[in-house]
């Protein structure tokens, strides 16, 4: 069942109300099977404030009137659902020399996707504005807003303040990209956070708190409290790859002791060839693999201590391993290493901590772009059942 969830930040004037929100997401949680009588049960709103609304919304075309449900005695129940036909939302995600952007219905079924390889030696505006408006162009509805999910330290303006493995400083993504893209809302969020807002839009529970360990060249977390992106006084919350480990290893930042010196991705596989890498895997005893044996043991070792520290902190029992390690061979024997720590370490009335993979794998950047877009548009979390991000999977017009 597709739900909508009240978040406290709505951006559009349009949207703005507390009571369109509550709406919106009585409806959506409905599933289909709500007629006003109930959302007006379920809100606890007056009548007319819910007759008003509902008529808006559908003006707006996010809800539409789904049928009509007999009834022993009196008119047939009127059923309101979301109105997916309508608005659409394109997830674009920039990283690792490649672009992909797919267009996602309101409530979040994914309808088409494209990705394309360049060098990211700048943030490719010119190809990511063509891949919108390929996206916007054959769609039978209108594209509402559009989400991007970079790298680095992303302002609440769209502007990319930092993102130093790319070499990019100070780049006004949002609003460039709005100008390349004929005005469309265009907002902008760091990769890590996209991946922990898919979790929650997949996610059941109200209250949520989800981290995402980010491990690629450098090492970050996604973190949403109570179902809300921390962002940090200056947006860096989650900039955990250069906090002190105590090793006297020097790190590229020019501190010493930093976790990226044993845990960023090129430290862990070092010089491992590809083959040394299928030795390991296969579990094959000569130097090369017992070395790669070792980084990979001493990169659990400090991960599960962040993530027991982080744990305690945060009370979260649940983190997952996004970035380019989530893709490498690597990654499951890291996952196994992690867990197997973390389990020696359940504190007495705590819940096991354990490390995961993202629901949607490949797809977690690209929904949580486009999840972050339509709460900035609409004030909404979506919230959809697992696998309904595959390709294809959209009711019949
Ligand atoms: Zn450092």
Redesign the pocket.
Known sequence: MTQLRFTQKGTKSSLRARNDVLVLQCVAAGGGRFSRTDVIRETGLPTATVSEIVADLIERRLVREAGREAQPVGKPRVLLDLDDFHHRFIGVQVANERITASRFTLNGHMEATETVSRPLDAPALHSVSEMVHRMAAPTPGRVTGVGVAVPGIVGDDGVIRAAVNYGWHMVSLGRELSELCDGLPVHVVNDANAVALSEVALSTDRVNTVVVLWIGTGIGAGIVLDGRLYHGGAFRSGEI??IDIGTSLR?????IG?L??VAAQPTIRGDATDQAVAGYLAGADDQDCRALGERVGRAAKEIARLLSTLAGTLDATEFILGGPIAGDPLGPPLMRAVNDLLALRVMSGFEQVVLRSSTLGTHSLVFGAAAHAIRQELGVVITMPAGAGEVGDVPAA
């Open positions: 790859g250069h790190c590229h930042c020019g501190l930093c990226e010196t």
